[in-house]
């Protein structure tokens, strides 16, 4: 695991109400490195979150809005946000509901430049 | 395409497989290569052809497993530029199973090994604790692969 993707993740977990953070290969659905708490099921949310992604870049591509640069999913029970990484990847975060998404957001968008290096 | 089962119980926990992971083909099979259920096929040849190679990846895998210490491989996968291949093993009450599953680029190996786990313990609950299956003897292999393909495409 790169350092530096480990840090970010470190960073992201640290923001108030999220529960777990991953790196996740945006193809495969595929945990590449992750930093959760212990009743997160990693391997769901990764394959889910790539799935979600997916169907969202190509609901906005059939819309003309072009490429997404961040989705946010609130439910009632907890907020799932995912951004783009470089070298096909993807910036997942599980939080509770309510969570402050702009701070999430400024610091997934950290982590996604940490991927690069 | 249609799902056919040679033997009822794998055929609910099959179709749900197929609708969740977005399967393109799935084949059940015993170890030795003969078919129990299968979804996405229209031509007995094809489905023989598939299972017979799937369960010589795994009988290789297995092998090879053994050669480096591991009691097994949990699963295989390949990818391809369209297609992606997973291959696996579970085992039921029935005695174990490979499943041999293709899907496309609508899905994923995340997704096709996250709802795999979930068949594979849909499958351990539904398998009749009754009658495991004995080994299939070489002078039945012949019939037996004959009546389930006769079973699964209605010749």
Redesign the interface.
């Known amino acids: 695991m790169s350092g530096a993707m480990e840090r970010a993740l470190e960073r992201l977990v640290r923001v108030r109400g999220v529960r777990g953070a991953l790196f ?2 945006a ?4 945990v590449v490195t992750q930093l959760l708490m212990e009743n997160v099921d990693g ?2 949310v ?3 979150a ?2 979600l992604a ?1 169907k969202i870049g190509g609901a906005a591509g059939v819309a003309g809005a072009g490429k997404v640069r961040f989705a946010e999913l609130d439910a009632s029970e907890g907020t799932l946000l995912v951004t783009p990484a470089p070298e096909g990847l993807l910036v997942v975060v599980l939080a509770e509901p309510r969570i402050n998404a702009g701070l999430c957001r400024l610091e997934m968008v950290r982590a996604a430049e940490a991927a690069r290096t | 395409m249609s799902t056919t089962v040679v033997e009822q119980w794998t055929a609910e926990p099959l179709e749900h497989y197929v609708a969740q992971a977005s399967a393109r083909i799935v084949v059940v099979m015993t170890p030795a290569g003969q078919v129990l259920a299968q979804h996405g096929f229209g031509r007995a040849v094809d489905l023989m052809g598939v299972a017979a190679l799937g369960a010589a990846i795994m009988a290789s895998a297995g092998a090879l497993a053994d050669l480096v210490g591991e009691r097994t491989f949990a699963a295989l996968f390949h ?1 391809g530029q369209r297609h992606g291949i997973h291959l696996a093993g579970c085992s039921t009450a029935r005695g174990a199973l490979v499943v041999l599953t293709v899907f496309g680029r609508d ?5 096709v ?2 709802f795999f786990g979930e068949f594979a313990a849909a499958r351990r609950a539904a398998a009749p604790a009754d009658s495991a299956r004995g080994p299939i003897l070489a002078e039945n292999f012949e019939a037996e692969l004959g009546a389930s393909l006769a079973t699964l495409f209605g010749r």
């Not at chain 1, 193809?27 to 595929?30: A, S, T």
């Open positions: 996740v290969a193809d495969d659905g595929l391997k769901a990764a394959a889910l790539a799935s997916r | 990818a899905t994923s190996i995340g997704l090994e996250l």
